[in-house]
């Protein structure tokens, strides 16, 4: 059984090619295209499964029962939730809206504890002295413990620090260093608690299970009971918001689809509005190639008697308006009584051919020959009907009789 055997040979030989050529495509750009969650990516998304990713960190607090869950709205709505049980993390967040560092600030007045790492990170949180740093290193650093508070108690952490901390401020302490330059900075700030990172290296998927990285962050973010955690995503892509739920892909091909649908409306109605021609009249058969495809039809289906009660029936109807009489099923012999009355005069062997006919048209085994014999003699009944009804054709009719006078 072939591959869509309902279909013609030619559309399916353009459905197959078209499914071939889309395939051959959707091939193409997934080699093609480098995907979001490789090892070239730097983003520490939770989303993200690569060495830089955050995924093993977040589904690591989510297993050992912490109470956390990824944020995608605007922070001006977390802002208006927060509390003294809310802890967010940013992971290094890109963000140079006023809006947002208004929002990470009364999150923090609000008593919230706010982990944030790197550059921008810094530049995010209330009374940041970030800066950048002054020796770029390339590879990871031991951090030395500098700090007095339990967060420095944690153990060996490895970092590659990106920015640094400006020192002066005495509610500031440094907990961990690298190379004499800040590295982990931990404050006070309103009602709430702030931690920096100078990267997030100890809480990627590649260095999370090296030295005492993953205790660093367990100890950033607090204890686990009574808190609600938010890991932000808002700040490193698109900010999701009610109406952005709309929005995608799908409302994309909306739009494309109604220009379309736009452009095909305005073409159309310029083609009905230009100057109009008649079509061309379709190509008609002869008459002799009509009847040539008639006599075909009757011979190919073995329809000779058929033809004959299509004769039958037209005689019949034309001699009974001849007549003056009301159409009806008359039979071959009141038909020609009919027609003798009306046309005295009239051929003697009509009342037999009549029956002859009326018998063939009964007859379906009637040879083609006999059929068109019969066929013939209505015909030339009719002419000599339709002769006798012209006035001075000296076919004496009923009418001329009762007319006539006696000498």
């Known amino acids: 059984m072939k591959f869509m055997s309902s279909l013609d040979a030619k559309d399916r030989k353009l459905l197959l090619w078209s499914v071939s050529i889309a395939i051959g495509l959707a091939v193409t750009i997934a080699l093609v295209m480098p995907g979001e969650d490789n090892d070239q990516n730097t983003l520490p998304s939770t989303y993200l499964a690569g060495k830089h990713g955050a995924r093993a960190a977040y589904e690591s607090l989510l297993r050992s029962g912490y109470n956390i869950e990824r944020w995608e709205r605007p922070l001006s709505e977390l802002a208006a939730s927060a509390g003294p049980n809310t802890v967010v993390i940013f992971a290094q967040p890109f963000s140079r809206?006023?809006?947002?560092?208004?929002?990470?600030?009364?999150?923090?007045?609000?008593?919230?504890?706010?982990?944030?790492?790197?550059?921008?990170?810094?530049?995010?949180?209330?009374?940041?002295?970030?800066?950048?740093?002054?020796?770029?290193?390339?590879?990871?650093?031991?951090?030395?413990?500098?700090?007095?508070?339990?967060?420095?108690?944690?153990?060996?952490?490895?970092?590659?620090?990106?920015?640094?901390?400006?020192?002066?401020?005495?509610?500031?302490?440094?907990?961990?260093?690298?190379?004499?330059?800040?590295?982990?900075?931990?404050?006070?700030?309103?009602?709430?608690?702030?931690?920096?990172?100078?990267?997030?290296?100890?809480?990627?998927?590649?260095?999370?299970?090296?030295?005492?990285?993953?205790?660093?962050?367990?100890?950033?973010?607090?204890?686990?009971?009574?808190?609600?955690?938010?890991?932000?995503?808002?700040?490193?892509?698109?900010?999701?918001?009610?109406?952005?739920?709309?929005?995608?892909?799908?409302?994309?091909?909306?739009w494309i689809g109604l220009i379309l649908t736009s452009i095909l409306i305005i073409f159309s109605f310029s083609r009905r509005s230009g100057p109009l021609r008649e079509l061309p009249p379709p190509p008609r058969a002869t008459p002799i190639e009509f009847l040539d495809a008639l006599g075909s039809l009757y011979k190919s289906a073995g329809a000779n008697s058929t033809a004959v009660s299509i004769a039958w029936e037209r005689f019949r109807r034309n001699a009974l308006r001849m007549c003056g009489l009301r159409q009806s099923r008359a039979s071959a012999e009141e038909l020609a009584a009919a027609v003798r009355r009306r046309f005295p005069n009239a051929d003697p062997a009509l009342k037999e051919d009549l029956r002859a006919c009326e018998e063939a048209t009964r007859n379906e085994k009637i040879e083609p020959r006999e059929a068109l014999k019969v066929i013939q003699t209505l015909h030339q009944h009719r002419q000599l009907l339709v002769d006798a009804s012209r006035p001075g054709s000296g076919f004496v009719t009923s009418k001329e009789t009762k007319q006539e006078r006696p000498s």
């Open 97 to 254: 809206e006023t809006e947002d560092y208004k929002a990470v600030d009364q999150i923090v007045s609000r008593g919230a504890r706010v982990l944030a790492t790197g550059l921008y990170g810094g530049y995010l949180l209330p009374d940041g002295q970030v800066t950048e740093a002054k020796n770029f290193t390339f590879a990871a650093c031991q951090l030395d413990a500098e700090g007095f508070d339990s967060l420095a108690n944690t153990g060996e952490v490895w970092m590659v620090p990106e920015a640094s901390w400006s020192l002066g401020n005495p509610t500031q302490r440094t907990q961990y260093d690298c190379a004499g330059q800040p590295a982990v900075v931990e404050y006070d700030y309103g009602k709430g608690h702030v931690v920096w990172w100078a990267n997030s290296t100890p809480l990627e998927n590649a260095s999370l299970a090296r030295g005492a990285d993953f205790d660093l962050l367990l100890n950033s973010i607090g204890p686990r009971d009574g808190h609600q955690i938010y890991w932000d995503e808002s700040l490193h892509g698109e900010i999701r918001s009610t109406w952005s739920f709309i929005g995608g892909p799908t409302v994309r091909l909306l």
